[in-house]
């Protein structure tokens, strides 16, 4: 992204506190976006606390000293606002997009409950049943059973092996104790960082900064910080048995920590195999081999590692060995030959129009500098994301493709229905015989 009459590059400053502020200035419109992101998810959580970091984000919005339950959520509503969070396993984020000229009235609201949260029983219970409904819901559903269960299977006791929502039982022995354990150790200015995006001006946000969060204070007695391992698949072929209709195969390969992954390289190379209707899985797994129904791949790349995997799901009956064997051709192709030039251009073409287009939105602007500087360790690599996209070339797409998929680095994993109805064999054959 460079910028333009209207956009600035960003500029970061930390005050005293270590609070770090990155600011991202563009006029075009006038509107804003506020991102807090917080050290803080499932890898930070106790063992016997799973779902805590979740359970603590419901809980920001239920009041602070200054601002009663629900308020901070009414006040952005009336200016026009939006706010919203989320949980993931290395950070919690709280964000609001609203008309500029309410700036100082975001920093206020973020303040309080960022310095003053007002924690009590009763919001905790309230809150509570809330999350554990949330929970019910989640797990009633066979898909999310089957993928938690996957996800453990595959995952051990590593914390991306988990659900951000966490455990019914560890959620319903939550204590008021706990919680504001972990909002005094990990919701502080050491462990934080703002992002600000849109019609601001960085002046007026050095002010406010230092006006709302100069105060605040990392607290005496901290704890030494979880140490996570890096996160590693099994390799080899591995059979799982899982409460789904239909089988699945996968190929996954485990991805080095974010900081040591190109991005560039990476999207592209999930891109080229996997993305889209005319993808070489899709094509040959559904359209021309026709020996699945669906068939994909995505990314999970993350602080401490993660996964590039690639899918098919197929009807009963039939063998999970040639769809793996389709699969891992098309992998072995490019990672010998290199990626076909003109679908090459053609997904950089399109990378190239839709980060452009989405880099008009000052919430996305948010939540990519945000990325960059939680994962890379720096913001400014968001900035740089155009310009790299100008430079990538196939061969370094290919390069990345031969790291990953060495065997030694390589996961195929067939999962059947455990519960495998006895007419779904005569849905296969009768799908079979309508495709032909």
Same mark, same amino acid.
């Given at each position: 992204?460079? @910028? ?5 590059? #960003? ?18 419109? @006038? ?5 807090? $992101? +917080?050290? #803080?998810? +499932? ?60 700036? /100082? ?110 105060? $605040? ?8 910080? *979880? ?6 698949? @099994? ?12 089988? +699945?195969?996968?190929? /996954? ?28 899985? *899709? ?66 073409? *399109? ?40 430079? +990538? ?7 990345? /493709?031969r790291e990953l998929f060495v065997t030694e680095n390589t996961l195929e994993l067939s999962v059947i229905p455990e519960n495998q109805k006895w007419y779904m064999p005569l849905v296969g054959l009768a799908m079979k015989a309508v495709q032909k």
């Amino acid at each position: 992204m460079m @910028p333009s009459m209207t956009r600035a590059a #960003a500029t970061s400053f930390d005050l005293s506190n270590g609070l770090r502020f990155v600011v991202a200035e563009d006029h075009a419109a @006038p509107v804003a976006t506020l991102g807090l $992101w +917080v050290r #803080a998810g +499932v890898c930070d959580e106790p063992d016997d606390c799973r779902g805590m970091a979740h359970f603590l984000e419901h809980l920001m919005f239920r009041g602070s000293e200054n601002f009663a339950p629900k308020e901070h959520t009414k006040r952005i509503s009336l200016k026009g606002g939006s706010c919203n969070a989320f949980t993931s396993f290395d950070m919690t984020v709280y964000h609001e997009s609203f008309p500029s000229h309410a700036l /100082a009235e975001m920093f206020e609201l973020e303040s309080d409950r960022f310095m003053r949260l007002k924690l009590d029983p009763e919001s905790i219970e309230i809150e509570k049943k809330v999350v554990l409904e949330e929970i019910r819901v989640y797990e009633n559903q066979p898909m999310s059973r089957a993928f938690r269960r996957l996800l453990r299977a595959l995952g051990g006791e590593h914390p991306y092996a988990l659900d951000p929502l966490g455990h019914f039982d560890n959620v319903e022995s939550c204590r008021f104790d706990d919680l504001a354990t972990f909002y005094r150790q990990l919701y502080r200015p050491g462990n934080t960082f703002v992002v600000v995006c849109g019609d601001v001006d960085i002046d007026e946000v050095k002010k406010l900064a230092e006006q709302y969060f100069g105060e $605040w204070s990392d607290p005496e007695g901290l704890s030494v910080p *979880r140490a996570v391992a890096p996160f590693r698949l @099994p390799t080899g072929d591995q059979i799982e048995r899982v409460s789904i209709e239909v089988p +699945v195969l996968a190929r /996954a390969h485990t991805l080095p920590s974010s900081d040591k992954v190109d991005h560039t390289a990476l999207n592209l190379l999930c891109a080229l195999l996997a993305d889209g209707e005319a993808s070489p899985i *899709r094509e040959t797994l559904v359209k021309k081999k026709r020996l699945c129904v669906e068939a994909g791949g995505m990314n999970y790349n993350l602080l401490h590692g993660g996964a590039l995997v690639f899918f098919g799901a197929f009807l009963p009956p039939g063998k999970f060995e040639p769809r793996h064997a389709v699969i891992r051709d098309i992998c072995s192709q490019l990672a010998e030959e290199g990626p076909d030039e003109a679908l090459f251009e053609e997904k950089l073409r *399109r990378f190239k129009k839709r980060f452009a287009f989405e880099s008009y939105s000052s919430n996305f602007q948010m939540l990519q500098f945000g990325e960059a500087e939680l994962h890379e360790g720096d913001y400014r690599k968001y900035e740089t994301r155009m310009v790299d996209l100008a430079e +990538v070339t196939p061969a370094r797409v290919q390069n990345l /493709a031969r790291e990953l998929f060495v065997t030694e680095n390589t996961l195929e994993l067939s999962v059947i229905p455990e519960n495998q109805k006895w007419y779904m064999p005569l849905v296969g054959l009768a799908m079979k015989a309508v495709q032909k």
